[in-house]
């Protein structure tokens, strides 16, 4: 027979002492615990399952999306356009109103009127509407264009070869692309083909009616 502090077996029955302190040393015992401490591995994830209807969704919202981003983009290029065109409208319709006064100091420059301070304002004046973008345009000689021009008088002349303007009654101004005011002109067109032949034939009965010199 075994004493019970000689042993931990009886009758063929085995039992372990697994507590971590040793109850004689008083000491953690080597190896004690890990099994506690060891969790089971994890299960692996499942893999995820494509779902048709998400997709569908969010390429819906992506192109909800890029069709806001272009609205906005040509909203904000709309509003850009409108800001300009109001801009360019208000001072075509200031310098409209200051063209008789531009007018008046070039009839002043012409009879050399333009003198002292009066002289000085005018140049002012000039370089500020130039700033804004006043452009005159009209010179003797330049081809008639109806666009452009305005014709007042007309004549015909043999000096010229196709419509053109022989003088400028008032320049024209325009700024950018818009014309305020068209150039005012006398234009002299080349001689009708009648009038051209019957100057031709009255210079030979001339020629023919003077007497041959002996």
Known sequence: MTSPNSGSEHEGLVIRDNRRIDPKTGEVREGAGKAADQSPPAAPAEEAVPD???????A?????????????ANYRKRVERDRVLVREQAVANVLTEMLPVLDDIGRARDHGELTGGFAKVSEALESAVGKLGLVTFGTKGDPF????????????????????????????????DRILRPARVAVAEPEEPAQAADRSASDAGDAAAEPEDN
Not at 52 to 58: C, I, K, M, R
Not at 153 to 164: G, I, K, M, N
């Open 52 to 58: 048709d209807g998400l997709a569908s969704q969010l």
């Open 145 to 176: 264009d109806p666009t452009v021009h305005e014709a007042l008088l007309h004549s015909y002349s043999a000096d010229v070869t196709e419509p053109t303007c022989v003088e400028i009654l008032q320049p024209g101004y325009q700024i950018g």
């Open 60 to 72: 819906e919202r992506t192109a909800d999306l890029q069709r806001l981003q272009a609205e906005y």
